[in-house]
């Protein structure tokens, strides 16, 4: 008995004398993430149910993060918090099994996620028609219940390697007894999953930048135009559009326009309509002016006579797209340090504070998303101040 009771002892132990007192520096980052993180992702999904501004197709990716994140911060945060305070796990192996694959299983639907709204972005800037039949109301539940079928099935199989494991002090799966499966899994989540978030960036960066250039290339050659035309009667703005006989609009790919999605054709054939009606119209004719060949047709990206509108859309739709950037990034950031050291420190030579201390700053990823939607989304932030008020009231 008594030499079984210490043998389970030095199994669920992560004492060491250089831990002793970082501990405490890690309970405080930890209640701090319990707190912050169950606050601001529970915000987070009140505010997609109670604002309807805020209940978009894109917006349910984010939530399903949210949902993620706020099961680690509620449930699996407390539990490692109390591990790391007495340095020993005090819940018996069945639960350490149970927080083991729960914890992967909310970083694995994490990343399928940021994979996710990395794709959707790409679609609704570059191909809009596919990202309405990709993620229409029934094709998105169907997504998002694939997205946990698929994280549960894949870390669903380690349920017998799940261990406590002492550099850490939290429970995960055995280094050598899963292999070559853990090896498999961690290398197509952290490198084929993030490498394809970063691939869809970049071809979005890509795509921005050739309309921009084919933007300005367009009114360039309206500028020319003018210069070149005879004085007309009628007034002109100051994009260079004469105000009096063309009567353009934006075609514009906006996420604004998620809720009719065949608002941008129908908007656009009515105004090629009024427009060559106008033309007809008017006795001389202007000038027609040829937009140079692009790879992004000049019109699809905006209008000169709403100019003004279509640069604040395509500012909103830059700010939501650097939103999802700078999230997927502070995930690299968070996992990063982590994966490094397991893959360099093969055998677990390295000090057990420098393991602890890139576990605990994976522990930021749960937390810090909320905190980049009030930052840098105008819509969540408003909501998130309306909600605290009736809160506060």
């Not at 007192?21 to 707190?35: D, K, M, P, Q, S």
């Not at 009628?234 to 063309?246: A, H, K, N």
């Not at 809720?259 to 129908?266: L, R, V």
């Amino acid at each position: 008995m008594n030499h079984t009771n210490q043998t389970e002892e030095d199994l669920f132990s992560c004492y060491s004398p250089s831990v002793v007192g970082y501990r405490y520096f890690a309970v405080l980052w930890g209640c701090a993430v319990t707190i912050i993180g169950t606050l601001g992702n529970l915000m987070t999904i009140l505010i997609f149910t109670l604002d309807p501004r805020l209940r978009t197709r894109f917006n349910a990716l984010i939530i399903n993060l949210a949902v993620a994140d706020l099961l680690y911060c509620t449930i699996l945060q407390p539990i490692l918090v109390d591990s790391y305070l007495h340095l020993r796990w005090r819940s018996g192996q069945l639960w350490c099994s149970i927080v083991g694959l729960l914890l992967f299983l909310s970083n694995s639907v994490s990343i399928i996620t940021l994979c996710l709204v990395a794709l959707s972005r790409y679609l609704l800037v570059a191909k809009r028609a596919m990202f309405d039949r990709i993620f229409s109301n029934h094709g998105l539940i169907l997504l998002l219940m694939s997205v946990w079928a698929l994280g549960l099935a894949s870390v669903g199989p380690l349920w017998h390697v799940y261990v406590f494991v002492p550099q850490v002090c939290t429970c995960s799966f055995h280094r050598t007894r899963g292999r070559p499966y853990t090896t498999i899994l961690l290398f197509v989540y952290f490198f084929v999953g993030l490498g394809c978030v970063g691939v869809f960036y970049l071809l979005i960066y890509r795509h921005v930048m050739i309309a921009s250039q084919a933007l300005v290339r367009y009114r360039f050659s309206r500028r020319s135009s003018r210069r070149n035309a005879a004085p007309s009667s009628q007034g002109t703005d100051d994009s260079g559009v004469e105000t009096g006989i063309v009567n353009t609009c934006s075609c514009e790919l906006s996420s604004k326009l998620e809720k009719n999605p065949n608002q941008e054709e129908i908007t656009c054939n009515k105004c090629s309509q009024s427009t060559q009606a106008s033309t007809t119209a008017s006795n001389p004719p202007i000038d027609t002016v040829s937009i140079p060949a692009s790879p992004t047709p000049a019109p699809q990206i905006a209008a000169p006579s709403n100019s003004t509108a279509s640069s604040g859309d395509d500012k909103d739709m830059k700010r939501v797209t650097s939103m999802c950037l700078i999230v997927f990034l502070c995930f690299v950031f968070c996992f990063v340090p982590f994966l490094l050291i397991n893959i360099a420190d093969k055998h677990n030579r390295a000090p057990q504070l420098l393991y602890m201390f890139c576990t605990n700053l994976t522990w930021l990823n749960s937390c810090i998303n909320p905190i980049l939607y009030a930052v840098m989304n105008r819509q969540f932030r408003q909501a998130y101040y309306i909600l605290l008020t009736r809160a506060v009231a």
